[in-house]
């Protein structure tokens, strides 16, 4: 456990033993840093514009580098200290009073892919942080709940490309350094602003709604990966349609040969991250489709616990499923079958319990194929739209998703939902086989 002595001056903050004093909301985040990829050392200077939801005798900040300085409105801290967390402890000249806004700078230094896989690397120096913890690259509040604005600038020397979250401005140049001006359209929690520095392809359009998608391809791979990100607006109007609207103002779309196989595809709001575009074994346009949905499902509504994490990961699997249908490449009561087939005697694939989140992209998309089908197209329909409707900026548990899909079909769905979710066989022939998936059903209606 590290817990250096920030600056010469001050005393060491007795160590939080209960994860931190953060009782304060962070309006917006102005981040600075310079990234130098030939060294990997960041240079930080943030400012953050927070209010005291508590008297605050001393506040933390989430911060894994090392912190220089500090400055509550201009004036020096009375001490900071590094601690042992990734934290970094503030002790104000005076107590802060509750409900009073006030502005923390902090400088800070350290190179962020030290021990930390969050901090993706390739061979060429280019970085991309991939679920970040808060504090990797600037300082921050890691309470999920507090969200704000984020503005970005980020200088990386000339023929170096620095992309983020949100909307970008124009991009200055001086000498042998460019700075990149990223702010964000819709106030986000802190682990989800990202920083991406590559020797990259930038390619600027638009959805059919308007919004802006950029799109980043690794250096010389653009021909290659185009033919994937070419997908995205049809994608869009896709999951659109079935969604709902799309909920941010801005996309931006990463598709880039880290070629590191530890670094997994991902959705962070308002961005998706293709680490390995070049890996065609595990690559194909359905993986773009899915990642997409997390826009909605994973992002938009995000569940409250990891052992809910059907709520995002079967919904995103599941328009796995729906995309190929909905190009006309894809019968998806014949895909059911096959893959009831190839699981049927496989004792460990049904031990995996949705509720436990096992099995969440396996069995997943199977539960949820058999549940449109027993509750029908149209209340199918109307739950995939109703939930990121509903449940916009909360956090709900599974059992909401029951209630809602009872409520919208109109059925007692208490033992489907046992035999899908909560057990740990495979479904018995009345919830495995529902609706038209009835053997000799789809026959019937085809003669
Ligand atoms: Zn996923």
């Known amino acids: 456990m590290e817990s250096a002595l920030a600056s010469p001056t ?18 917006g985040y ?35 580098l090392t912190a220089r300085s500090v400055e ?25 009073e509750k409900g009073r806004t006030f502005q923390v700078r902090v400088r800070y230094d350290g190179n962020p892919g030290h021990d930390n896989p969050s901090w993706a690397k390739s061979e060429d120096g280019s970085v991309i942080t991939v679920l970040a913890p808060v504090g990797t690259w600037f300082p921050g ?28 401005e124009p991009v200055r140049r001086d000498g042998a350094w460019s700075t990149f001006h990223w702010s964000s359209t819709d106030p986000l929690p802190a682990n ?43 994608m869009m109007d896709f999951l659109t349609q079935k969604f709902g609207d799309y909920p941010y103002g801005t996309l931006v779309s990463f598709f880039l ?9 991902l959705a962070s709001q308002g961005a998706v991250i293709f680490p390995n575009a070049e890996d065609e074994r595990f690559f194909d346009s359905t993986v773009v489709a899915h990642e997409l949905a997390h826009q909605w499902y994973g992002m938009l509504v995000e569940e409250a616990h990891q052992r809910d994490m059907c709520l995002s990961e079967c919904f995103a699997s599941y328009a796995q499923w729906m995309w190929p249908e909905f190009s006309g490449q894809q019968d998806l009561d014949a895909k059911y079958r096959q893959e009831i087939e190839q699981y049927k ?65 109109g059925q007692d769905l208490q033992g489907f939902f046992d035999a899908w979710i909560r057990s740990d066989r495979i479904p018995e022939d009345a919830y495995l086989w529902p609706g038209t998936l009835k053997p000799g059903a789809t026959a019937l209606s085809r003669s």
């Open 10 to 27: 001050s005393a060491p903050a007795p160590a939080p033993a209960d994860g931190g004093v953060r009782a304060y909301d962070v309006a």
């Open 345 to 409: 005697s496989d004792d460990e694939f049904w031990k995996q319990k949705l509720s436990d989140g096992a099995g969440v992209y396996t069995k997943g998309p199977i539960m949820l194929h058999a549940l449109r089908r027993q509750i029908g197209e149209a209340a199918f329909g109307e739950v995939l739209k109703q939930w990121p409707a509903r449940y916009s900026g909360k956090a709900p548990v599974w059992a909401e998703m029951e209630k809602l899909v009872q409520e919208v079909s």
């Open 192 to 234: 989800r602003a990202l920083l991406g520095v590559g020797k990259w392809d930038v390619e600027r359009t638009k959805l059919s709604d308007g919004t802006p998608l950029t799109t980043v391809y690794s250096a010389g791979r653009k021909g290659e990966f185009k033919k994937y990100a070419d997908q995205q607006q049809k």
């Open 30 to 64: 102005h981040v600075k840093v310079t990234y130098d990829p030939g060294s990997s050392q960041l240079e930080g200077d943030t400012e953050v514009a927070a209010e005291a939801t508590a008297d605050l005798a001393r506040f933390d900040m989430d911060l894994a």
């Open 257 to 265: 040969d880290l070629a590191s196989d530890d670094v997994p595809n």
């Open 141 to 168: 509040n890691d309470n999920q709940d507090d969200t704000a604005d984020f503005q970005l600038s980020a200088t990386v020397p000339h023929g170096w490309t620095a992309v983020s979250s949100g909307q970008e």
């Open 72 to 96: 509550i409105d201009g004036k020096p801290a009375k001490s900071f200290a590094k601690s042992g967390d990734g934290s970094v402890t503030v002790i104000p000249e005076e107590k802060i």
